[in-house]
Nanobody
Framework: QVRLVESGGGLVQPGGSLRLTCVAS????????VAWYRQAPGKQRELVAG???????NYKDSVKGRFTISRDNAKNTVYLQIDSVKPEDTAVYYC???????????WGQGTQVTVSS
């Protein structure tokens, strides 16, 4: 099993940017398709951006052109660059395998992104 730790969230003004980081606890992460998910208050957790081992990406329609998922396999790390942030982006952001298969792919603590002026 791989433990994933998210970081990089915080308070950001509308239109601003930030980069989220997800670090895996073991090597071999390059073998997996990975994704960022988010859960806003009162809403279901949803896929935001996915990235396969071949480099193919998939984005939620509302974040296309604003979010960019990438990975550094040497560092066992996945990133989510968030630009032109909007208030509706406020959520707890999680990284995980894509797709998520429970209980194998358990959820971590996530990192909070709050968009406010």
């Amino acid at each position: 099993q791989v433990r994933l730790v998210e970081s990089g969230g915080g308070l950001v003004q509308p239109g601003g940017s930030l980069r989220l980081t997800c670090v895996a606890s073991r090597s071999g992460f390059s073998l997996y398709a990975v994704a960022w998910y988010r859960q806003a208050p009162g809403k279901q957790r949803e896929l935001v951006a996915g990235l396969t081992s071949e480099g193919n990406t998939n984005y939620k329609d509302s974040v296309k052109g604003r979010f960019t998922i990438s990975r550094d396999n040497a560092k066992n790390t996945v990133y989510l660059q968030i630009d032109s942030v909007k208030p509706e982006d406020t959520a707890v952001y999680y990284c995980n395998r894509w797709p998520v298969v429970l209980p194998r792919d358990s959820w971590g603590q996530g990192t909070q992104v709050t968009v406010s002026s």
